[in-house]
């Protein structure tokens, strides 16, 4: 039969491997991050607000300009004594 000091000695020593697992567990929990969904956006929520922004200027509001002048230009005009 085992002695009471040796089931003492496995159970702290079975104490001691499960905090260090769980210790371990949460720091690679706060080292990777977690991810948030906000205004649509994906972020990681540890380095979001250190992050250089990428800044895209507004185009132009009908993005086919140049196609619909080149059409334009293109048309033939219609001539006055066509049909009569």
Known sequence: MRSSTADQQTLSKTGVRAALLAGLALGGLGLTGCQVDIGGQTLPSAYYLQDDIQY???????????????????????ADDCCN
């Open 56 to 78: 895209f200027p507004a185009g132009p509001e009908f993005k086919l300009s140049k196609e619909a002048a080149a059409l334009k230009a293109a048309t033939p005009v219609p």
